[in-house]
């Protein structure tokens, strides 16, 4: 009984110092400042939706540089999880319409030649 004891204590203190540990790593950790990934795809950012009806939604994004190819947008479906069909496009904006009622996610991301940008999402749009 006692050595099941002292694995327990043992036990609680490794899961304290882990829990430290993780908290000072992930405390000097910073993302990038320039709203780029790593790879050098310039993110998308400041995604609004700008109008929507019964079966549309538009939306609209800011870029933090020109991608080579454009951007990929694609919504999500909440009730059925269905996922469209990726559209590219050069456009700062978009619609998607012929939407059936249901709680959705949009997605853009920035398309370069080898990469893409980190990604931005406007989520719980309910039609």
């Given at each position: ?11 609680a ?6 829990v430290?540990?993780l ?20 993110e998308?950012?400041?995604?609004t ?37 990726p ?8 619609t ?6 249901g ?18 999402i ?6």
């Open positions: 009984m006692e050595n099941a004891q002292k694995i327990q204590k043992r036990s203190f490794l899961t304290v110092l882990f430290a540990l908290a000072q790593i992930l405390q000097s950790y910073s993302l990038p400042q320039n709203k780029e990934t790593v790879t050098g795809c310039p998308p950012y400041n995604l939706v700008t109008g929507q009806t019964s079966s549309t939604i538009s939306f609209e994004w800011d870029e933090s540089g020109t991608p080579d190819i454009g951007y990929k947008v694609w919504y999500h479906r909440s009730e059925d999880n269905f996922i469209s069909p559209v590219i496009t050069t456009n700062l904006y978009h998607f319409s012929g939407l059936s009622s709680t959705y996610d949009i997605h853009v991301v920035a398309v370069c030649e080898a990469d893409y940008s980190g990604g931005i406007v989520v719980d749009i309910v039609l």
